[in-house]
């Protein structure tokens, strides 16, 4: 079936990296735009990145722009975040998401991972 | 930024009642393709979110018909006709006619 299964949450210290992935897998992974969204305990969702079908085209929100990279692994079915310079307003469950419909980059999200936690603190 | 603004907060219902969300965008999410570029999402406790509309009321599938969505430039809103239980969580409403993507804050639906 249709499925994405982030990894690589976990503890870092502030100013530390750390890199997700997303694991797609149920269809075509490389007809489709990819975003990450996050949201902090408690809190709403926040947009972080996407980036296109192809790799081509990445757009980061504001807040994570010069400190996170997005790309992906079309032979592998895999999208990646690297997080680098870590601050304690990144912690945060981190989701991937697919859009609907193929070629797009912002579209409606279809398709949600179950999350990964990220927690920066010293 | 557009910025989605959300009402009320959070809404307690008696099951078979019906429930309104309002979302509110700081710009039209009308796009010269003649879409209208507004989702809303459910979050159940302990899950990700789940994509209930599409491009303002379009039901996405497998979503019940007791959920609908209309309004249209940058005035919106998600009813449940009558709520169930399993409608509990916190429901979205997200706009893409921009980057970057934006979400409202967000309205807890309990049951009473």
């Known amino acids: 079936q249709v499925q994405l299964v982030e990894s690589g949450g976990g503890v870092v210290q502030p100013g530390r990296s750390l890199r997700l992935s997303c694991a797609a897998s149920?269809?075509?992974?490389?007809?489709?735009?990819m975003h990450w969204v996050r949201q902090a305990p408690g809190k709403g969702l926040e947009w972080v990145a996407v980036?296109?079908?192809?790799?081509?085209?990445?757009y980061y929100a504001d807040s994570v722009k010069g400190r996170f990279t997005i790309s992906r692994d079309n032979s592998k079915n895999t999208l990646y975040l690297q997080m680098n310079s870590l601050r304690a307003e990144d912690t945060a469950v981190y989701y991937c998401?697919?859009?609907?419909?193929?070629?797009?980059?912002?579209?409606?999200?279809?398709?949600w991972g179950q999350g990964t936690m990220v927690t920066v603190s010293s | 930024d557009i910025v989605m603004t959300q009402t009320p907060l959070s809404l307690s219902v008696t099951p078979g009642q019906p429930a309104s969300i309002s979302c509110k965008s700081s710009?039209?999410?009308?796009?010269?393709?003649?879409?209208?570029?507004l989702f809303w999402y459910l979050q159940k406790p302990g899950q990700p979110p789940q994509l209930l509309i599409y491009?303002?009321?379009n039901r996405f599938s497998g979503v019940p018909d007791r959920f609908s969505g209309s309004g249209s430039g940058t005035d919106f809103t998600l009813k449940i006709s009558r709520v169930e239980a399993e409608d509990v969580g916190v429901y979205y409403c997200?706009?893409?006619?921009?980057?970057?993507?934006?979400f409202g804050g967000g309205t807890k639906v309990e049951i009473k």
């Open positions: 997200m706009q893409s006619i921009h980057l970057p993507l934006t």
């Open positions: 998401a697919k859009v609907s419909q193929s070629v797009v980059v912002a579209d409606a999200f279809d398709i």
């Open positions: 710009q039209s999410l009308l796009h010269s393709d003649g879409k209208t570029y």
């Open positions: 980036i296109s079908y192809d790799g081509s085209n990445k």
């Open positions: 149920g269809f075509t992974f490389s007809n489709y735009a």
């Open positions: 491009e303002v009321s």
